[in-house]
């Protein structure tokens, strides 16, 4: 099955990553699987030996792309501006609209999808699905595929020579509203009333104007910022280590974000063998099971989430029961062993005339 | 044979040229080093003169002007006329009236010791791409020789000047002469000067600092071994700086060289926040102090291990270049360094030298806020001298003296000075400033104008029989020592350095 990926950058972000398991793994699952970015970046290395696989261009060199190789199946992932290049819909194509994007506001081009000839959509989880169909108006079918994970978060845990000098609270995010790391701060604040020593690791940027100098008042106004290393732009394929280090201090990663399609940070991290903390709500509970992987908290609370922070925080078998319990059963799910014979699967029924 | 001969002679001649293209380079360096310090020091002149309280209400002056009386308006011509009348009356010399009169706020400079100083205000340069390539191909070209650390880059309050003798200066020259490719990351007053890269043969990048905060990521690349990142002084803005070094993997050292806070209370460093100081010291990977109070005061805010490595010495600062007769005193005694009354104590050493009029001072240094034509006779300011001329100076001492004024910022400040006048064999005595961790005797210390006299007369009696132990101390304090001690605790991986290396595993 012939088949072509578009996503907008050649970053170095969670989608480029996926991208590249998949461009690894679907060839040999008979899936001659090739990706289209809009615009270049510095992303190529993720993809290593699969980079001729790799192509750059506008919508126009797009155009005459599909129409010299005609794939059998296209997977648009949050790049409504391909749908130019795909024109009306064909016999011997299948569109297929893949939906990462947690932004309510990426995703508004769903809802006028009606002539696109969309023959389904993938999402990375089933709560991402149920959003997706709602907002389409059951349009196509929708079907959750979950997640490959890259291959440098499956290599074993090794334990560290010099670990951190206290227990770690890490946060990994975009600096937004939605990922909400002002309570992320008012978190650590309540959480080092509780817990004692504990250090927060913060590790995002922000490309809001003054989101930085945001970051300093707020955490001096939490009374947190000797006590906040931030990471700005930790390159994908360095975050293994850093959850080993997180892990390696006693500590664990929270994400206080208000809405996840998947939640790959907190995926990773417990790929790492981190205890998590997340709210009960969207994609986490679908794969962060209370007490087995980590805690679970009432959304909107930072009381609550502080008091599961400072609860696994004290409670070392406990913590160190749910890092490796995650491991174990995160890896079961997204491993690309796993998750991408799901894809080759899925793509090889809604290729056309399968 | 002949041939021969005629070759061993343009061999020497060619010798000697060399010789003397050294020497010219050398001071063409020290005539630099000497008009950017006189640049700064017009410009430091320049931005205080924008913000005083006479040009500010002048400058208000014109702008109401300016608003009563519009271009092209009968009051302007009314003015006009007014204007020459008086000007003829009184001889008077006045400003053109129109927006150029109205000049940039103050609040717009910026400088490590002004009030309210940023390095990202709206005034300020925001930099050239040329730079950045500049950086890039720095980068690429450089590479180190020294095995255990691949780059570094500081961030200096001060400029790049041999001859002022600051620490980050010499912890530079002495990085690049290990091998290590350094941007040093200087502080610049405003858009216009762009230093010389004077420095590159060395291996030294000058990369203004406004720039080098607005593009931290071109600054810490991956590189094939551990980088380190110095950072010399707290200003807020380094904060995004030392994030983006943290997840590049690079080991950050901040460096407390002085009480800033300090300074902050005496109405200078202006950008100072005790919140942000706080979080260098509790995160940095390694936390150095030039002195033991320092160090405490890094524990205080956060910091779980701090490292002393105090202020050193360059090399050959004690080589006496060429004789200088001077004219000698029953004491003859001496100091150089920065003259500013924020450190400088001026009252002291007029009560001392009228107490002792036989007695000869000498003044060397920059910087100064005084009037100094009004001194004591037996007192001579001599302004500023290139480093190298130092030691021929102090040959004709007897004693260095570090007359600072008592408080909390000399009080904690680690006098480079002491360990000069050591190296030369000079006996210190110190006021304000402490003394340094030294054998007993070496150096005394003083608290008034009494025993700062008194502890002068004793140090000079024992100008000879402790020369060689002060040359002594002076040589085990040299800034290459200080180099490798910073180099030692990164390359034994310690207080958090070991832990930045296996967070980041590519970086060893």
């Known amino acids: 099955v012939k088949t072509l990926f578009v996503y907008k950058y050649l970053d170095l972000g969670g989608v480029e990553t996926v991208l590249a398991s998949r461009l690894a793994g679907l060839p040999s699952l008979g899936v001659d699987a090739e990706a289209w970015f809009l615009r270049d970046g510095p992303g190529r290395d993720l993809f290593g030996a699969s980079a001729s696989r790799v192509h750059i261009g506008g919508v126009q060199d797009l155009q005459r792309h599909l129409e010299m190789v005609r794939p059998a199946v296209v997977c648009t992932i949050d790049t409504e501006e391909a749908f130019p290049a795909l024109g009306d819909a064909t016999k011997d194509r299948a569109t297929v609209v893949e939906v990462h994007t947690p932004y309510r506001e990426n995703r508004v081009y769903l809802g006028a999808l009606g002539r696109a000839g969309v023959k389904a959509f993938l999402t990375p989880t089933q709560y991402q ?28 845990l090794i334990p560290f020579r010099s670990k951190p000098p206290r227990p770690v609270v890490a946060w990994v995010g975009r600096l937004d509203r939605l990922k909400n790391w002002n309570e992320y701060l008012r978190v650590a604040k309540v959480a080092m009333r509780g817990a004692g020593e504990v250090e927060f690791w913060l590790v995002g940027k922000t490309n809001e104007e003054g989101g930085e100098l945001r970051l300093m008042r707020e955490a001096k106004r939490q009374g947190v910022l000797g006590h906040l ?47 998590v903390v997340v709210p009960r709500h969207s994609a986490f509970p679908e794969f962060v099971e209370d007490l087995r992987h980590g805690r679970l908290y009432r959304p909107g609370s930072a009381g609550d989430a502080a008091a599961c922070v400072v609860s696994l925080l004290r409670d070392h078998s406990l913590r160190e029961a749910c890092g490796l319990c995650g491991r174990k059963d995160i890896l079961a799910r997204h491993a690309p062993e796993v998750s991408v014979p799901l894809l080759a699967e899925r793509l090889r029924q809604l290729a056309p005339f399968a | 044979l002949r041939l021969e001969t005629e070759l061993g002679l343009q061999q020497v001649r060619l010798g000697q040229m060399a010789e003397q293209v050294t020497l010219h380079r050398e001071d063409a360096r020290r005539v630099q080093d000497y008009l950017v310090a006189e640049r700064n020091r017009i410009e430091y002149d320049y931005w205080a003169l924008q913000g005083s309280f006479g040009v500010d209400l002048m400058r208000r002056y014109w702008r109401f002007l300016a608003m009563l009386a519009p271009d092209g308006s009968r009051r302007r011509m009314l003015y006009r006329m007014g204007h020459r009348v008086l000007r003829r009356a009184l001889s008077l010399i006045s ?21 309210g100083g940023g390095l990202t205000g709206p005034g300020r340069q925001t930099g050239s791409l040329d730079a950045r390539f500049d950086l890039a191909r720095f980068y690429s070209d450089r590479h180190s020789t020294y095995p255990a650390v691949a780059r570094a880059v500081i961030f200096s309050a001060t400029q790049l000047i041999e001859s002022e003798g600051q620490r980050p200066t010499n912890l530079a020259l002495e990085l690049a002469k290990l091998g290590i490719p350094v941007v040093f990351c200087y502080w610049r007053w405003d858009r216009s000067p762009w230093t010389v890269q004077e420095r590159l043969a060395e291996g030294i990048l000058q990369f203004p600092m ?21 950072l010399e002084f707290p200003h807020p803005d380094l904060f995004r700086v030392e994030a983006t070094a943290h997840a590049s993997g690079w080991v950050t050292i901040y460096e407390a060289i002085d009480d800033w806070e300090g300074f902050h209370r005496v109405g200078q460093a202006g950008w100072y926040d005790r919140a942000f100081e706080g979080h260098l010291a509790a995160t940095s990977d390694l936390v150095c102090a030039v002195n033991n109070r320092l160090a405490e005061r890094m524990v205080a805010l956060g910091a779980r291990e701090v490292e002393v490595v105090p202020n050193g010495v360059p090399s050959g600062i004690a080589k006496v270049t060429t004789e200088r007769l001077m004219q000698r005193g029953d004491v ?75 408080g909390r910022v000399a009080s904690s400040a680690d006098a480079i000075k002491i360990y000069e006048y050591m190296a030369m064999g000079l006996p210190a005595v110190a006021v304000g400033a402490p003394l340094p961790s030294m054998p007993d005797g070496l ?53 958090r350095v070991g832990e930045k290396l296996c967070v980041f595993p590519t970086a060893t």
Not at chain 1, 234 to 240: A, E, K
Not at chain 2, 101 to 111: F, H, I, K, L
Not at chain 2, 345 to 355: F, G, S, V, Y
Request: proline share 7%; aromatic share 8%.
């Open chain 1, 129 to 156: 699905a149920t959003l997706v169909a709602r907002e389409t108006g059951n349009l196509a079918p929708t079907y959750a595929i979950p997640n490959p994970l890259d291959r440098s978060f499956l290599g074993e």
């Open chain 1, 229 to 275: 290393r931030w990471y700005r732009g930790v390159p994908h394929d360095r975050m293994h280590g850093l959850f080993d280090g997180v892990r390696e201090s006693g500590g664990l990663v929270i994400s206080t974000s208000m809405e996840e399609s998947f939640g790959l940070g907190i995926a990773e991290a417990m790929a790492r063998g981190c205890a």
């Open chain 2, 95 to 115: 400003l053109p009236l129109g927006p150029s009169a109205m000049g940039r706020r103050p609040q717009e400079s910026g400088g490590p010791l002004q009030t």
């Open chain 2, 210 to 230: 406004d720039l080098a905060v607005q593009v931290p990521g071109d600054l810490f690349p991956s590189a094939a071994g551990p980088s380190i990142v110095l």
């Open chain 2, 332 to 406: 003859t005694v001496g100091y150089f360094g920065h003259l500013s009354s924020s450190w400088f104590d001026w009252p002291l050493i007029r009560r001392a030298a009228n107490a002792r009029p036989k007695w000869r001072w000498y003044i060397i240094g920059y910087g100064a806020d005084q009037d100094l034509t009004a001194v004591p006779e037996n007192v001579a300011v001599l302004g500023k001298v290139p480093q190298r001329d130092l030691a021929s100076y102090a040959a004709n001492w007897d004693v260095g003296v570090v007359p600072f004024r008592t």
């Open chain 2, 443 to 495: 150096a005394l210390q003083a608290r008034n104008t009494e025993e700062f006299i008194n502890r002068i007369e004793a140090a000079a009696a024992t100008k000879e029989s402790l020369r060689d132990a002060r040359i002594a101390f002076g040589v085990s304090a040299s800034w290459e020592k200080r180099c490798h001690h910073v180099l030692g605790k990164v390359e034994s991986m310690g207080q």
